[in-house]
């Protein structure tokens, strides 16, 4: 009983640290007895399928972040493009930990993009402008993306439907959703929807 608890602690802990305690009920599954049983033993994890690169992360020591596993994610998110890595949002790491567990996944998460250089994203913009014909839509990068600040992600979580991924996502109440064609976007600015 008491490794329950602790481990129950842990991931009330992380909800906490989402912001999210009783943000929604699909959480409420995360603190059934089983799931707390197992919290410890799963990592979170990412590939990027730009680089090839695939990490299982230990997001957490007790109830304590992981350092050595922050790095890691950090690296992961990083703009592949320039190799600029930063420290990105937390609240990004455990949420797609919480989505993992929630979709009972065994594959990787798809990280497509995390953190974008403002010269990655000027270049992205620049991109989608021109197949545009110059016109700004609602698929091309902002000026102010919140990947430039380390606070969004572009991802997949394979063999589960993208929108059922998007609706958990906006049940996080965490910020952001962008449903996209072949992926979706979340990030921890204010609380809006686009897309599909």
Not at 119 to 129: D, G, I, P, Q, V
Not at 132 to 143: C, D, E, R, V, Y
Not at 162 to 179: F, M, Q, S
Request: glycine share 10%; with cysteine.
């Amino acid at each position: 009983m008491a490794k329950f608890l602790k481990d129950r602690r842990e991931i009330l802990g992380m909800v906490g640290a989402l912001g999210l305690a009783g943000a929604s009920p699909a959480l409420e599954g995360l603190l059934a007895p089983a799931a707390a049983e197992a919290a410890a033993s799963v990592p979170l994890r990412l590939f990027n399928p730009h680089t090839k690169e695939r990490y299982d992360v230990q997001l957490f020591v007790g109830s304590q972040w992981n350092a050595a596993g922050l790095v890691v994610c950090d690296w992961m998110m990083r703009d592949w493009r320039e190799n600029a890595v930063v420290h990105c949002d937390r609240r990004l790491y455990a949420a797609m930990y919480v989505l993992q567990r929630y979709f009972n996944s065994r594959d990787p998460i798809y990280v497509n993009s995390g953190y974008r250089s403002p010269t990655t994203n000027a270049m992205l913009r620049k991109r989608s402008l021109s197949e545009t014909g110059g016109k700004a839509t609602w698929m091309t990068p902002a000026i102010n993306s919140l990947h430039t600040q380390a606070r969004a992600v572009d991802f997949v979580i394979p063999g589960v439907d993208l929108a059922k991924v998007g609706e958990a996502i906006w049940d996080l109440n965490l910020g952001g959703l962008g449903r996209y064609g072949s992926f979706n976007h979340m990030d921890t600015g204010t609380r809006r929807r686009w897309g599909r």
